[in-house]
């Protein structure tokens, strides 16, 4: 196949820059100080041709370009590629969601670096949080670039970015391609595509580019230009959901009701349901009970007590109770570790690994259970003791660095120290210091953030919170999220706020940005799914999910401590994304009618699935998304602010 290159000649509106002096366009070249940052230019199919073209400074650093192709005769296969070509070798770069830096980290076998086999791999927008966004940092300028979200299939579009060493091309292709292969699930690929479609004399195709630039800043802490302007310029669509106080009882109802379950000692709350025959729905049969993480019995325990309190619903209490002194009486260790995980209890085998994720979740929540206890006038002392013993082992166990682990071994020896997980041991930790005013909590939550936090700083991602992963991911990140804010708390320290800030642009490069464009019949046409405000998993389980439910409380937080609305706006964003389908007992889909309060865990927003599922919304209905709904509306205790449609209702 021929192209022809094409290098743009620009009707520049205006273009002011935020630099000592001002940069200027010259044919499509962006120079500063005689210096060329980097230059608009393209290929296409022959018989097509640029129709017109337009650049437009939008602020001192961020541009929008509208090109206008034409086939001046009829082209079959048609291609279009739409480039900018930053004129540095990128020492870092991220196509959000998708690659960070090549994805070297972890053991996992998603894409990693930004060729495979000699051929640059090029992504469906769809699977990009902000459509089609590439990044790169040089030794002096940050560069990002994204389009618009595609009005229809025909406008399917797909991203690449092609680092090189004196240049990093950032690049938009029509139509959708995949290629060389397809990441279609966990670990696995399938054959690459590329769609064709045939123009006819005169047809027309338009694609726009947003181009933000920057000059390069300490701990990757240009990329905040970047998604600042990118969420601005995001169609912000209101979904609408369940009022709070719906979504409030219907999460009761699903735990009291269908997630319940008792078996041998055992007296709490199933990990979750998966479909049973033709109709119906059965609790999982396997790996069925864990403290945190999938299972949430803790926090659960947690939202049904303060049922109690709020409704004094006594079946609400008595559940409660029940499932927390099931796990207190029965999962503590003398060394002060906790079973996370009740199935090894009942089948007597090895207890396993007890992992810093679950552990973290299950101190915090032993420790707001004693604080609930009271209120409900059954105080629990022995919650506390648990909580404040589990701090106690991981204090100890820390190595001088600051790190914690992954994961112990029931004799405490580590399992492993790699990644970012250990940080879910930091909060708990802050507030084991909050109560007892012992400095040595304070100590070693500290060394541990500080430990934690730099690595994000330098790595520009964090690791291994998705348990079932082992790569670079989000959910790693939100204990740093909520330290920041908590260690804001306790000293007044402006620096933890600004770390907050630089988490929470971590966690927004995995926040979905737009809705994607899907055909009539599609799941997520059919019943109205919108991915606005999902997250992505991580770079190797390609879906999205409303895991971001849990930490909406600390956006809202720190929109209210920093003044900056645009986190109040991602947390509504969130919150009417997470309680989209969630069942009021009559809701079908796929052939099933779901129980009341069940939502389910997958979304397939690009080619990739578990399995042989070819559908996009999936059928298993987890405990953890109904866990963190009740948990955020018990944090914030302000049902009105996630009822409105915009944050400063």
Not at 226 to 231: D, E, G, I, N, V
Not at 241 to 249: A, G, I, P, R, S
Not at 417 to 423: A, H
Not at 639 to 646: A, D, R
């Amino acid at each position: 196949m021929k192209y022809l290159r094409y290098v743009l000649a620009f009707v520049i509106v205006s273009s002011l820059f935020v630099f000592a002096d001002e940069p200027r366009w010259q044919n499509g070249t962006l120079c500063f100080e005689n210096n060329v940052v980097g230059k608009l230019s393209g290929e296409m199919t022959g018989g097509i041709a640029v129709a017109s073209e337009t650049l437009t400074a939008l602020d001192d650093n961020t541009f929008k370009i509208v090109r206008t192709y034409k086939a001046e005769n009829d082209v079959n296969n048609a291609q279009i590629c739409f480039d900018y070509v930053h004129n540095e070798k990128a020492n870092w770069w991220m196509i959000p969601s998708v690659s960070y830096n090549g994805n070297q980290w972890g053991r996992g076998k998603e894409p990693k670096g930004a060729t495979e086999n000699g051929h640059w791999r090029t992504f469906s927008y769809r699977r990009t949080s902000i459509p089609g966004a590439t990044y790169s940092e040089g030794d002096r300028f940050a560069v990002a670039m994204w389009s618009d979200t595609p009005t229809s299939e025909y406008h399917d579009f797909s991203c690449s970015l092609a680092p090189e060493e004196s240049q990093t091309t950032h690049r938009i292709l029509w139509p959708e391609e995949e290629l060389p292969t397809m990441y279609s699930g966990r670990d696995h690929y399938a054959d690459g595509y590329k769609k064709k479609i045939h123009l006819k004399k005169g047809d027309t195709v338009t694609l726009t580019l947003y181009l933000v630039v920057n000059t390069v800043e300490p701990d990757h802490q240009a990329i905040h230009h970047f998604l600042r302007k990118a969420w601005e310029y995001a169609e912000k669509p209101v979904i609408p959901v369940f009022d709070t106080q719906k979504l409030w009882e219907l999460g009761i109802r699903y735990a009291a009701e269908s997630l319940w379950a008792e078996e041998g000692s055992f007296k709490g709350f199933s990990i979750g349901l998966v479909a049973d025959g033709e109709k119906g729905w059965k609790q999982r049969s396997g790996g069925k009970y864990e403290i945190g993480w999938c299972g949430q019995n803790a926090s659960l325990a947690n939202s049904l007590l303060t049922d109690y309190i709020k409704h004094r619903h006594t079946e609400s209490l008595n559940k409660a109770l029940t499932a927390l002194d099931t796990w207190a009486n029965n999962c503590p260790l003398p060394n002060g570790l906790f079973i996370t995980r009740y199935d090894n209890i009942l089948t007597n085998g090895d207890i396993g690994v007890m992992d810093a994720c679950n552990l973290g979740t299950a101190a915090l929540n032993f420790f707001e259970a004693r604080d609930l206890t009271r209120t409900a006038g059954l105080d629990r002392p022995l919650y506390e003791r648990i909580a404040r013993n589990i701090c106690d082992f991981v204090k100890a166990d820390q190595q001088p660095e600051g790190v914690y682990a992954r994961g112990w071994t029931p004799d405490g020896k580590c399992y492993i120290r790699e990644g970012t997980i250990g940080c879910f041991m930091v909060p708990p930790m802050l507030e084991a210091y909050r109560r007892s005013g012992d400095s040595a909590y304070l100590v070693s939550a500290t060394k541990a953030y500080d430990y934690y936090l730099k690595a994000l700083k330098t790595d520009g991602y964090t690791t291994a919170g998705a348990l079932d992963t082992w790569c670079i991911d989000k959910e790693s990140s939100m204990p740093l999220l909520r330290a920041s804010l908590m260690l804001y708390e306790i000293t007044s320290d402006s620096v933890y706020l600004d770390n907050a800030i630089s988490v929470s642009y971590y966690l927004s490069t995995w926040l979905w940005h737009y809705q994607g464009i899907y055909p009539e019949n599609d799941n997520f046409t059919v019943y109205r799914y919108n991915t606005f405000g999902a997250t992505s998993v991580s770079t190797q389980h390609h879906h999205l999910d409303p895991y971001a439910l849990f930490w909406v409380s600390d956006w809202i937080k720190l929109a209210d401590l920093t003044g900056d609305n645009q986190w109040k706006e991602k947390a509504l964003a969130v919150w009417r994304n997470g309680c989209q389908l969630v069942s009021d007992g009559t809701l079908e889909i796929n052939g099933r009618i779901r129980p009341a309060g069940s939502q389910n865990e997958a979304y397939f927003e690009c080619n990739f699935a578990f399995g042989t599922d070819a559908k996009r919304i999936n059928s298993w209905l987890v405990a953890w998304p109904g866990a963190f709904r009740l948990e955020t509306l018990r944090r914030l205790n302000d049902f009105q602010l996630l009822n409105s449609v915009h944050p400063t209702d």
